[in-house]
């Protein structure tokens, strides 16, 4: 079961210029700047205050398109938490909804679905800190 928003992704071309504004301009804090050098991945996590309880997640816009191109990069996804991800995920499948494979995150493990118009969403859990 799905229990809260936890994050919106919002797809920006260029992550230093994106931080530099929500934290100069916008008052906002990094929370994360988390990445796998490797694969190109980064990932930087921002809010109001360090313990807000939905935060942005600052995507490069032109990795994600990459890694997924069927995602619609124009407008921010929302990123859903849950305590059973192998449980939502069996479950959405059963109901016959389309969803991405489940993946290791790093910081947890997640899956993209989406609805009957094609708007893609994700679901994570996230590993115990």
Do not use: C
């Not at 124009?74 to 059963?94: Q, R």
Request: avoid cysteine; charged fraction near 30%.
């Amino acid at each position: 079961m799905i229990n809260k928003l936890g994050q919106v992704m919002v797809y920006v071309e260029d992550q230093d210029k994106a931080v530099k504004f929500w934290t100069e301009k916008a008052g906002f804090t990094v929370i994360a700047d988390e990445g796998s050098p490797d694969q190109g991945l980064r990932w930087i996590e921002i809010a109001p205050t360090e313990d807000a309880a939905t935060t942005i997640v600052l995507h490069d816009k032109e990795v994600v398109s990459k890694l997924s191109p069927e995602l619609e990069l124009g407008t921010p996804s929302l990123m859903f938490y849950t305590d059973g991800v192998d449980k939502l995920y069996a479950d959405f499948k059963e109901r016959g909804i389309t969803t991405g494979e489940l993946v290791n995150m790093g910081i947890g493990r997640s899956f993209n679905f989406a609805d009957d118009e094609g708007n893609y969403f994700a679901v994570m859990e996230r590993l115990e800190d």
